[in-house]
């Protein structure tokens, strides 16, 4: 079948998400049938017979789960690939079990990964209806030619034996693919039946993809070869190595069944992996990421064997260790992260969710400015830091919802300050880079109309590193917030990039210092430059400056004297509720 005759379902909530998969898999040749969420996909599978399928788990009406429950009792066929974040990594093993075929982490960086997963999973569905017609004539033949039927038989199986191979290795290195890989770790179970131990490695090459970009996709394939036969000639001959898939290897070790022991081979492997790669002329070098987890220390099902081996390769590597295994806190802090996940969507519903203000004070005369609206969520439980939910409403897509409810209620609360003698403030929001990417202009102009906030009262304070993901879609986004006239600041100045390009190219009003470098202005003499020169630059460049952090007299003076604007902190004000910020706003004015 051509590629341009594949009908493709994309089942996601968000729409951009859709609109980019879409996009891209329509220049791709493909024949794109969308829907908003699991019940609305019941609704096209019926009516549009796609061949292949994209689910988002989490989603309003009907989630991913629920409709993979749903179209496996319509089809057993019908390939569905999960398209999901990471922080659901337990969610998207679990459909794998009920059925689903492979999974991709969003935000999908690069869409050349969700094309190769659509294409393998073409590829196995194929081989896999091609095993199924064999098996029909097989039926056949044994009806029809019984003289035949012995040499009929031995054809098929080796037919069948073919297709498995394909159906469970990988392509390019030859290696065991996901699928054969999980099929050793439980077969490796069941004949030790938790008597004999083993280890079960999970190795990333860090920043792959750098390779790929810069030398070409015919290199990195000769590259990934080249590291599976390094792997393959390190570990020894009772082990099975895999690929995963992507720039991911799998290597499942019944010699290595100690914590030592382990540790040992995975150090081994990084010491082989530290010489150079020497592949058409080019001389590469490669540098990988190891976790590791121990059978039966640490798990006795294969698929949590799987995630906790993959858990401890991203805290090696997040950690900088490179090489570590798996502890139950990793599960713990998954689990965790789950759960605020599940959390999340009912404490929006549940109006769980309160502001606090954090004032602006002016150094000269001590008079509160304006003030930065900071989410809180109170549960049943208690109290949920923001530095606990925010990452993880960043990983779900939730943040977006959640930022708009803190855009609208801010712009609200500043309104009802006004309407009570305080009409100057200004309110400043964070945006998220989510937020940022999903026509920011767009619903920051409605909220506007909504709550009657003039323009020139609302900041918004952006990262930069949310800006510098896309310079120029950021620029046009900037543009279009300053033409309404709105305000626009630069949060944690100097933790990010610090380019002096968006500085003259975007339309900024304000930087802000962050707290990490206003804390030791008096004790550390870099920071203390650091902090003067951006004042005055800011100061220069005609911008605004805040002072983020400030706790003492001695950051006071340091700022007063260096040419600080406006300052926030403890020194003066704690976050506040909006009768307790009144009540400082309005006896700063006397």
Not at 17 to 25: P, S
Not at 28 to 46: D, H, K
Not at 160 to 183: C, F, K, S, W
Not at 404 to 417: G, H, K, S, T
């Amino acid at each position: 079948m051509q590629t341009g005759m594949r009908r493709i379902l994309t089942i996601d909530d968000d729409i951009s998400v859709r609109a980019n998969i879409a996009a891209y898999l329509e220049d791709s040749g493909y024949t794109v049938l969308e829907a908003e969420n699991g019940a609305q996909g019941l609704e096209v599978f019926a009516s549009g017979n796609p061949d292949l399928i994209l689910v988002d788990l989490w989603m309003p009406v009907m989630g991913g789960g629920e409709f993979l429950h749903r179209i496996r009792e319509l089809s057993s066929k019908i390939p569905v690939i999960v398209v999901s974040g990471i922080g659901v990594l337990e969610d998207a093993v679990e459909t794998l079990r009920q059925g689903a075929w492979d999974y991709v982490t969003k935000p999908i960086t690069d869409m050349r990964v969700l094309e190769h997963t659509i294409k393998k999973c073409f590829e196995r569905a194929d081989l896999l209806e091609e095993r199924a017609r064999y098996q029909e004539r097989l039926e056949l033949e044994v009806r029809e030619r019984t003289r035949e039927l012995e040499e009929s038989i031995a054809a098929l199986k080796e037919q069948e034996a073919r297709i498995i191979y394909q159906a469970t290795h990988d392509e390019l290195t030859g290696l065991p693919n996901r699928v054969g890989m999980r099929d050793y770790v439980v077969d490796l179970i069941h004949k030790s039946r938790g008597k004999e131990g083993f280890a079960l490695f999970w190795i990333d090459i860090d920043d792959f993809k750098t390779v790929n970009d810069s030398l070409g996709h015919g290199i990195g394939d000769l590259l990934l070869r080249e590291s599976g036969q390094r792997i393959l000639v390190t570990v020894g001959e009772r082990a099975v190595v895999g690929r995963a898939g992507g720039d991911e290897f799998v290597v499942l070790s019944p010699e290595h069944a100690t914590g030592d022991a382990a540790q040992e081979l995975g150090l081994t492997l990084r010491r082989v992996f530290a010489k150079p790669f020497f592949i058409a002329g080019q001389e590469v070098f490669l540098q990988p990421n190891i976790g590791y987890c121990l059978y039966p220390d640490d798990a006795t099902d294969a698929d949590i064997l799987i995630r906790n081996a993959d858990l401890a390769m991203y805290r090696a590597k997040d950690h900088g260790t490179r090489v570590g295994r798996f502890d139950a806190a990793m599960a713990m802090q998954v689990n965790r992260r789950l759960e605020l996940g599940k959390m999340l969507r009912k404490g929006l519903d549940k109006n769980e969710f309160g502001l606090q203000y954090q004032p602006k004070v002016r150094l000269s005369g001590g008079t509160i400015t304006g003030m930065e609206a900071l989410v809180r969520w109170r549960t049943q439980e208690g109290l949920v830091l923001p530095g606990e939910f925010i990452p993880v409403a960043e990983d779900t897509g939730l943040i977006v919802n959640l930022g708009e409810w803190v855009l609208r209620e801010a712009c609200l609360a500043q309104r009802r300050l006004a309407a009570r003698g305080l009409e100057s403030l200004v309110m400043s929001v964070n945006i998220s880079a989510r937020q940022f990417q999903a026509n920011l202009p767009v619903l920051v102009a409605q909220i506007l109309r909504e709550t009657g906030l003039p323009p020139s009262l609302l900041e918004l304070e952006i990262t930069e590193s949310a800006m510098m993901r896309d310079p120029e879609a950021s620029a046009a986004a900037l543009h279009q917030l300053k033409d309404q006239g709105v305000r626009i600041a630069i949060d944690d100045f100097g933790t990010g990039h610090s380019s002096l390009f968006y500085l003259k190219n975007f339309p900024v009003d304000t930087l802000k210092v962050d707290r990490c470098f206003v804390q030791d202005v008096c004790k550390d003499v870099n920071d203390a430059v650091l902090v003067s020169s951006i004042i005055s630059m800011a100061k220069g460049l005609g911008l605004d400056i805040v002072a983020e952090g400030v706790e003492t007299e001695a950051q006071i003076c340091f700022l007063r004297e260096a040419g600080c604007n406006e300052v926030q902190g403890y020194y003066f004000y704690a976050p506040l509720y909006e009768d307790d910020f009144y009540a400082a706003a309005a006896g700063s004015k006397e």
